[in-house]
């Protein structure tokens, strides 16, 4: 019964706080959905503990050489020979992603308590909450294609209802509808990769499908005609199921939702950034790691992608203002980190980052929800600083998740360095050992990456945390800005400003233990685990116990990088360090100068390489263009005038001759009677043969 309580406890606390919300009140469903939410985290401890410790999956059988727990819900679907039944799926892999969902959902809920403490609607806040981590508990508890579709899909529409939260903010909802939209792009090439690996594969089931790829070393790769062209059938699939990743997991080209999403509540970013949504691209490709391995060419498309990712975010992330959206970037830029790594075939290092990345990029959200909530609803840093004197407790904490995401730490030791440091730079190694132009690529673009991140995190420290307070910039050029994500009451003059500053204070005790518990995890997660997710071969092997395919040969290549490469990304974290406090600290104009002296490459990152603009201008207008002029049209004469009008006038023209029988004078009646009568006894007479 364990499994189905970690599952299912966060949906019953979705029902009632939903349904019966508003009956029981704002409290209990605040306490009810986040004890449930606790002791499905504490449950997750409890399974993953033996896995990670203690030799390996209690209760598992080994399935085609996986060690995996199979529990069956019920029976979902039987259509001639395919018979799906809802089945949760329990091995390693699972196991770490029902600690990294549970573990911060339930921090999120308990965080939200204090931060949503004045929201008139948070019952129906934390019921959303609740079916957003249920949905992510579907997903990576599946075991066929279809259940995990069904998890997908379910993200999808909760991340909808809590980025469109406030809804009465234009801006909010257009947030929401602008994710849901750029989702169902990624959502329609994973459906269809989904169909073409039932056709090819012939099992919706993932232990079927993986055998039947298994195969193709001897029967060969097969192949699919299209458009008079022969192509591998799964380089297709996985390219396909790749594209459904990139829309979740926000890779490059269908990463635009993803800062917009700042527009929810602060811990819904949290949430989001950090366990469930973003990471449920690179959760999918980890588990079909054994159909990916069919295809050398689609891993080689993950990594460019997720290579030119990590640099693209990193490059605009360097100048935002907005505090949340900085540390959005921030995660863009790490989930190109992660599938560069499954690109390299080092699955392992890439659900490694994952892990870690959880708990350093949460502590990081809530800490800036906390700067937020000391500064009364600011969200811009340049209306900051000093703030380490008002909030040191929160200055402290997002110190420590500054610490871990630039992977500060000793390069050749195994337990000297926070979280961020063994998994982005076992990362940053498997790219340099795949060799080759594109190794070298992805490998490059990571360091660069590194050291941008490293710059824009200090840069963030330093403008929030640091110096004097300072006013807001008028007439700034950048502060014509694309801040979408304030609110409406900031304001941003002299008098508002110091307001805020002077009644700055920390946040209750409900907002900041949260941030304790992520920040032992964004210090110790690295060096606890680093052995299990990327240092021995064999223990790695023993770990996961076949949930994913562990490429030997990259493992060990990684292990036996030239020294500079092990320290290229600690160098690269030093020089963004120093260039951050110089600029910010020792030489606050020289920001202002820098830009002022490239104003195009300043705009370029600012409106983050105006890929908003380009979209709008090539899918956007054209979709409206259509809708007013050529379908509107249509709409107008045919359905409008044709039909539904023209159906109302001829029924209009019926009910007008009707009415005229209808004349209201008694003699009228009486002769309408009278040829009656005598229209019976005529059809009577006739019946009856009298004529």
Not at 177 to 194: E, P, Q, S
Not at 552 to 572: D, G, Y
Request: hydrophobic share 55%; charged share 10%; with cysteine.
């Amino acid at each position: 019964m364990i499994y189905q309580a970690i599952v299912f406890l966060p949906l019953i606390g979705a029902l009632i706080a939903g349904l019966l919300g508003r009956t029981i009140g704002h409290r209990p469903s605040e306490y009810l959905t986040t004890g449930l939410l606790i002791i499905s985290a504490v449950l997750s401890w409890v399974v993953f503990l033996p896995v990670a410790f203690g030799g390996g999956l209690v209760g598992a059988e080994v399935v085609d050489h996986t060690a995996v727990v199979k529990v069956e819900v019920m029976r979902w679907i039987q259509v001639g020979d395919m018979d799906l039944r809802w089945v949760l799926r329990i091995d390693t892999l699972t196991a770490v992603m029902l600690v990294v969902v549970n573990t911060v959902s339930s921090l999120v809920h308990v965080y939200s308590i204090g931060y949503m403490a004045d929201d008139p609607h948070r019952n129906r806040f934390f019921a959303y909450l609740s079916l957003f981590t249920f949905a992510m508990l579907m997903l990576v508890t599946a075991d066929n294609f279809l259940q995990m579709f069904f998890g997908w899909e379910g993200v999808g529409l909760a991340s909808y209802l809590l980025i469109g939260f406030w809804y009465t903010r234009p801006s909010a909802t257009a947030a929401a509808m602008k994710a849901f939209i750029v989702n169902r792009v990624g959502d329609f090439g994973f459906a269809l990769g989904i169909f073409g690996a039932f056709m090819v594969l012939g099992h919706a089931d993932f232990d079927g499908a993986f055998h039947a790829a298994g195969e193709f070393s001897t029967t060969g790769l097969p192949v699919m005609q299209f458009l008079g062209w022969q192509l591998d059938a799964m380089t297709v699939i996985c390219l396909l199921l790749f594209m459904g990743a990139m829309g979740k997991s926000a890779q490059f080209l269908l990463h635009t939702w993803l800062p917009d999403a700042m527009e929810g509540p602060t811990p819904v970013s949290a949430l989001i950034h950090a366990a469930t949504m973003v990471t449920a691209g690179v959760f999918m490709v980890a588990r079909l790691s054994p159909l990916f391995e069919t295809s050398p060419f689609a891993l080689t498309v993950v990594l460019v992608i997720g290579a030119i990712t990590a640099f693209f975010a990193a490059t605009v992330g360097l100048v935002q203002n907005d505090i949340k959206r900085v540390i959005a970037y921030s995660t863009c830029s790490q989930l190109g980190y992660m599938f560069v790594a499954l690109g390299a075939g080092a699955y392992s290092a890439g659900i490694f980052h994952l892990f870690t990345h959880a708990f350093f990029k949460a502590l990081l959200f809530l800490g800036a929800g906390a700067v937020i909530h000391a500064m009364h609803h600011e969200q811009d840093m340049r209306n900051m600083g000093g703030l380490r004197k008002k909030i040191p407790i929160t200055y402290a904490m997002m110190m420590i998740g500054t610490l871990a995401l630039t992977g500060v730490g000793i390069p050749g030791t195994e337990w000297l360095g926070f979280a961020g440091f063994f998994s982005k730079d076992s990362i940053i190694e498997a790219a340099y050992a795949v060799g080759g132009n594109t190794g070298m690529f992805a490998f490059w673009m990571l360091v660069v990456a590194a050291l941008f991140t490293s710059f824009y995190s200090w840069r963030l420290i330093h403008l929030t945390f640091h110096g004097s307070p300072r006013p807001a910039p008028h007439g700034h050029d950048d502060h014509a800005h694309d801040d979408h994500a304030a609110h409406d009451d900031h304001g941003h003059d002299d008098h508002h400003h110091g307001s805020a500053y002077d009644h700055a204070h920390e946040a209750p005790n409900v907002m900041l233990v949260p941030l304790y518990v992520l920040a032992v995890g964004a210090v110790l997660a690295g060096a606890v685990f680093y052995g299990m997710f990327f240092h021995d071969v064999a223990h790695i092997e023993h770990f996961f116990a076949g949930s994913l395919v562990v490429d030997h040969e990259i493992i060990e290549a990684a292990h036996h990088v030239p020294l500079w490469v092990k320290w290229s990304a600690t160098v690269a974290m030093i020089i963004g360090f120093v260039t951050a406090y110089v600029m910010y600290i020792r030489r606050p104009d020289l920001p202002g100068k820098l830009a002022a002296t490239n104003p195009g490459l300043y705009q370029f990152l600012l409106n983050k390489w105006y890929f908003d603009e380009l979209y709008n201008f090539i899918f956007v207008k054209p979709a409206l263009w259509i809708g007013r002029a050529f379908w509107k049209g249509f709409d107008d004469w045919l359905i409008d005038d044709k039909l539904t009008e023209g159906l109302v006038r001829r029924v209009q023209n019926v009910t007008a001759w009707v009415t005229k029988l209808q004349s209201g004078y008694v003699y009228h009646y009486a002769f309408a009677m009278l040829i009656g009568v005598a229209a019976l006894l005529t059809w009577a007479i006739a019946a009856g043969g009298l004529i």
